[in-house]
């Protein structure tokens, strides 16, 4: 977040540098049930984000004094793999990758009916295989669908998008050169049956109208992701379910 107003990154007709308006998504695909060992995956790619999360549990949770008698704890780890950014990433945890876990940990603690897993661990790994601004939004995004794939009861889908202001301009899912030389970032996921946000950081400023115009257009977005997390969960089992039900029955040989 330069805060540098100086670049264009919006032309004159209100174009972004990758051709999208400042309201336009960039485009979405999500898989569910991507990975064979985990209890739940999914794939998410949003723009040029490449992002992969994987479900296990609910387990029993080690180290026990992290126990709690009274419901599971959501464990999230997201990692960002040395060739996912352009410079290679120096591998291992780091302060960003701390913060990223603990806020989306703290979102899926809250959609997960956790109280019906006492002292159990839900962990959700998140590797983010390319980066390009908005892999938080994006793991959030996968996290959800991978804990529906895992059969983990939830309230709800959580999606995820970024909002922001570039060139005195509020955007919608900013991409990294809006994200390094844009004036804010905000990161926002919510739960769509309720209209809850459960996550909402700010880098960067905007002035009220802005913020509150920003949340509508976020709002909007999720509701366009919701659909597309839930489009991946119908192709993985009401297609697969139904592919299953045509296989051809084989007839055992009748004696003559
Ligand atoms: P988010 O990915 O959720 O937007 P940030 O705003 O912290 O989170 O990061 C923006 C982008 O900056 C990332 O998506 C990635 O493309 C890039 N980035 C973050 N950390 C690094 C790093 N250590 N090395 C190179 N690029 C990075």
Known sequence: ??????????????????????????????????????????????????????????????????????????????????????????????????????????????????ENYPRTSIDVFIEVLQANAGTRCAGLTAASVALADAGIPMKDLVPAIAVGKVNDQVVLDLNKEEDNYGQADVPMAMIPRTGEVVLLQMDGHLTYDEFKYAISLGKKACAEVYEIQKDALRRRYVVESEAEQEQPVSVPDQEA
């Open 1 to 114: 977040m330069g805060g540098n107003s100086n670049i264009k990154l919006i032309d004159d007709n209100g174009i972004r540098i990758d051709g999208r308006k400042v309201d336009e998504l960039r485009p979405i695909k999500i898989e569910a049930g991507v990975l064979k060992n985990a209890d739940g995956s999914a794939y998410v790619e949003i723009g040029k984000n490449k992002v992969l999360a994987a479900v296990y549990g609910p387990r029993e949770c080690h180290p026990r004094h992290m126990q709690n008698p009274a419901k599971a704890i959501v464990q999230v780890k997201y990692n960002m793999i040395s060739f996912s950014v352009d410079d290679r990433k120096r591998p291992g945890p780091d302060r960003r990758s701390v913060e990223i876990s603990k806020i989306i940990s703290e979102a899926m603690e809250y959609v997960v009916f956790t």
